[in-house]
Each structure stands twice: as structure tokens, then as C-alpha cells.
């Protein structure tokens, strides 16, 4: 039990490493709300695109989402970090993170509000139109209420899927929660910055969870 | 209120030849209707006829694939016609009420009038409670659509549709969805609707109401209107062997 203790939950090392981790924890809560804010963004603007069903446009779409979900994001953060400079496009490893995983969030989240767009009765358009609403109001009044809220549970799984991928930036030198825990790791040989890590995730992760919640809750209008 | 659309005489909503065809199957074979103003025109045949495409052409919710439609003369399949504009002229009441679920009675009725005719928020709810009291509503006004009966459902989409001051109200089928029991409130305000000198198409199974509120029945059948005349000759002695047969059918 004291080994254990000893490994995970050292006080001593708790105290000498709390605040390289809590730079790495701003860092980390940055990027995550960088990257959430534009991939949902994104995804959100792609999915009004598709709604106007051009069929060119919505074959890039399609395409474009399908390669980006199914890319794994460590691959493409290298290529973008390591492989552009030599195509003359330089970007810090925060830059080069922030734009892969927003870009894939956009991929998976146009996917999700899409099929939240469907789900809503081809009779909401018509009311909506038929009444004078032009595409865009019917859009932002009618349809997207409703979509979003169907929407709600799987993007929270994305979204806190794609918050835990923020820890690849590690990998571009980003100094983020998980880059700091391992050098801290490997400097004190002690496992307790990696439970320190865990506890940090926790505390960006479980409000969202706590929130999106009770959004649910909230936006239950159906059975009302 | 905004100014009439132009050419305020001659007939209000004008049907030319209109075709509609999905794929290669043709739904609409070349129709001619004419409406007048005040008029209550009763649209009436088997189902598969193309009875609500054609009621669905007339404010381009469906694009003929050939023809006019001219709404106070106005031919609206023009590309340079504000069809949104057009559309709060032509107001549509539908089979399956289509209320927005996610917003109260008062809002459904409001959101209109806030984004296409530009009211503000205390205008609209001063005409949206109007017409939800037109309707016998008013105490319903912040229930969401869930809470409603259908019959009160469909009672709010009639008053979502007034609230925009139309000259012409279509309604597709819009008691085939509801209880028996419930039909009655609904054609008791269509009935005071006439009476306010509001012009209709109805396209609807309700052969006792078109008999007695219809100015003009219309029978179609296989995407053209086979006869048409006052509600008594077509009931009464109807002229087409397709229209004896498909009353005869209705009276069980």
C-alpha cells in the first residue's frame, strides 16, 4: 500500500512539481478550447453548406470528412509539423496541433449535425418555408434548434474524445499537461506526475461532462 | 402591413397547364384552376390523384416542372419573384400541423412575423395572442406543442398561418389527421374564416363540409381535374362516370 502511495501519490513530489504542471494544464485548456470552439465551428458551417445540397460541394464534403475520420491524428500532426516546412509552411507545434485536431473535429462534428439536420421532418422545412422564412432563418430558427439538441450526447463524447487527442501535441514539443508529466516522470523517476496528469484531465473533462448533462436535461422538451 | 401584391382585379390565384413530375413519374398531367377572390374552392378526388401536389405548387413548396402559377396576376415562378415575400400572401395549413416543437404555441405563431414581416417582439406577441385567441387559444399560449391535443395543434398552425395577414390560405387535408371527435373545431374555423370573406383551396376527405361550404368542388383524378362546378351539381348529379364512382365509394 505505502509503494503504491509511494509511486502515485508523493506528497513530496506532488509539491515539487505542481506548478510546472499547472502550466502545462493552462497550456492543454488552451488548446482544447481552441480547438473545441473552431472545430465545432467548422463542422457546423460545412453541415449548413451540405444542407444546401449542391451536389458538387456535397461530394467534397463527403470526401473530405470521410479522409479526415479516417486519418489517425498523430500521423497527420507530424506530417503537418515535420513534413510542410519543406513545402515552405512553417507553424509552431501548437499551430500545427490546433489546426489538425480542429480540422478532424470539424470532420466528425459535420457528420453528427448532419445527421441531426436530417432527423428533423421534412415537414419543419415546409411550415417554416411555406411562412416566408428564407433558407438561412429556417436554418437558424427552425432546424438547427432541434438538430443540436439531438445532437448533444454523441458531440460530447467527440468533443472530450478529441480533448484527450490534445495530448499528441506532446509530440510537436508542445509544453502541454502530458509533456510536462513525462519530463517530470523521467526527472524524478517517480510515477506521481502521471496521477497528477489524470487529476488535471479530470478537472478540464468533468464539468463538460457535468454540463452537457444537464443540457440533456434541459433541452428534453419532447417528453415535456 | 406590407402593400398587395399588384393587379388586385381578375382571379387571385391562376393555375396554367401545370405539370409536376418526379423521376419519370408524371404526378400532375396539365392543370387549369382559377380562383376568385372570396372564393372556396374544395379539391376532392382518390388519393394518388395529385390533389396536394398541385396545392403544393401553388406557393412553390413543389416546382411545376412546366407551367404558371400567378398569384394576383403575378406569375411567381419568375426568377426575379421574392417567392418569401410571395409566400407570406399565400398562407398553407398541412396534414400533420408541422409546429416547431421546439418553441411554445405563442412563439410558433410569432417567429414569422418577427423574421419576414419584420414586426418587433411586441407587436408580434400582440397579433400572435390575437390570433391565438381567434382560434380559442389564448390560455394555451405558452404550451409546447407536446402538451396540445392534435385538434389544438392544428388550431395554432391555422393561427401561425393568419398571423401574417394572407390573401389566400391553402389547407392540405388538415383534419385527415385528427380524432373524429376533434375534426369539428377545425372546420368550425375554417367555416368562420369563409364567412370573414377569406379565400381558400381545400384539398380534403370532409364531403359533408365541402357540401355545404364549398363554393366550387373540383374533382381530380390521374393528375387532371375531370369536372368541376358548385358543390350541388358535382354531389348532386355529377357528370363524370370517375366522379360518381369515386362519391359512391365515400358513401359506406
Redo the contacts between chains.
Keep these: 500500500m505505502s509503494e503504491i502511495l509511494f509511486n502515485f501519490l508523493n506528497p513530496a513530489i506532488v509539491k515539487a512539481y505542481w506548478p510546472a504542471l499547472l502550466e502545462g494544464l493552462w497550456v492543454t485548456a488552451m488548446l482544447a478550447f481552441a480547438v473545441v470552439c473552431s472545430g465545432l465551428a467548422a463542422g457546423l458551417a460545412l453541415t449548413c453548406l451540405r444542407s444546401l445540397r449542391i451536389l458538387p460541394v456535397n461530394f467534397v464534403i463527403v470526401a473530405l470528412v470521410d479522409i479526415l475520420r479516417a486519418l489517425p491524428p498523430l500521423v497527420v500532426i507530424i506530417v503537418v509539423y515535420f513534413g510542410l516546412p519543406f513545402a515552405g509552411i512553417r507553424m509552431s507545434g501548437f499551430a500545427a496541433s490546433w489546426l489538425v485536431l480542429a480540422a478532424i473535429l470539424a470532420a466528425f462534428s459535420e457528420e453528427l449535425f448532419w445527421a441531426g439536420v436530417q432527423a428533423v421532418p421534412r415537414g419543419q422545412w415546409e411550415a417554416a418555408r411555406a411562412s416566408g422564412l428564407s433558407f438561412g432563418q429556417t436554418m437558424a430558427c427552425v432546424i438547427l434548434p432541434q438538430a443540436l439538441r439531438m445532437t448533444v450526447p454523441p458531440l460530447t463524447s467527440r468533443v472530450i474524445a478529441t480533448i484527450k487527442n490534445t495530448a499528441l501535441a506532446s509530440t510537436v514539443a508542445v509544453p502541454e499537461l502530458l509533456a510536462r508529466a513525462s519530463s517530470a516522470l523521467s526527472e524524478s523517476g517517480n510515477t506521481t506526475p502521471l496521477t497528477m496528469a489524470a487529476v488535471g484531465y479530470l478537472l478540464i473533462l468533468y464539468p463538460l461532462v457535468y454540463y452537457s448533462r444537464r443540457l440533456e436535461r434541459r433541452y428534453a422538451w419532447k417528453n415535456k | 402591413m406590407q402593400a398587395a401584391l399588384p393587379g388586385t382585379d381578375g382571379p387571385i390565384l391562376e393555375l396554367e397547364g401545370i405539370r409536376k413530375s418526379f423521376g419519370d413519374h408524371e404526378i400532375l398531367k396539365g392543370v387549369d384552376l382559377a380562383v376568385e377572390r372570396r372564393e372556396l374552392v374544395f379539391i376532392i378526388g382518390p388519393s394518388g390523384s395529385g390533389k396536394s401536389t398541385l396545392l403544393r405548387c401553388c406557393?412553390r413548396?413543389e416546382e411545376p416542372t412546366q407551367g404558371a402559377v400567378r398569384v394576383c396576376g403575378k406569375d411567381i415562378l419568375a426568377r426575379s419573384v421574392d417567392i418569401?415575400?410571395v409566400?407570406?400572401r399565400?398562407?398553407?395549413v398541412?396534414q400533420?400541423f408541422?409546429?416547431?416543437?421546439?418553441m411554445t404555441a405563442l412563439q410558433n405563431v410569432t417567429?414569422?412575423l418577427r423574421?419576414?414581416?419584420g414586426k418587433s417582439a411586441g407587436e408580434a406577441g400582440r397579433i400572435g395572442m390575437q390570433m391565438l385567441e381567434r382560434v380559442g387559444l389564448e390560455n394555451r399560449a405558452g404550451h409546447?406543442p407536446?402538451?396540445l391535443s392534435g385538434g389544438q395543434q392544428q388550431r395554432v398552425?391555422i393561427a401561425?398561418?393568419l398571423a401574417?395577414g394572407p390573401e389566400i390560405v391553402l389547407f392540405d387535408e388538415p383534419t385527415s389527421a385528427l380524432d373524429p371527435e376533434l375534426v369539428g373545431g377545425i372546420l368550425a374555423i375554417m367555416r368562420e374564416l369563409r364567412e370573414s370573406g377569406m379565400t381558400m383551396v381545400v384539398v380534403s376527405h370532409e364531403m359533408r363540409f365541402a357540401r355545404e361550404a364549398a363554393d366550387r368542388v373540383v374533382f381530380m383524378a390521374d393528375g387532371v381535374i375531370l369536372e368541376q362546378g358548385s358543390s350541388r351539381q358535382i354531389f348532386e348529379s355529377p357528370r363524370h362516370a370517375r366522379t360518381r364512382e369515386f362519391l359512391a365509394t365515400l358513401e359506406h
Excluded at chain 2, 408541422?98 to 421546439?102: E, G, I, V, W
Design positions: 406557393n413548396l418569401n415575400h409566400r407570406t399565400i398562407g398553407m398541412f400533420s408541422n409546429l416547431y416543437p421546439h417567429l414569422a423574421k419576414v414581416a409546447y407536446s402538451q398552425a401561425r398561418t401574417l
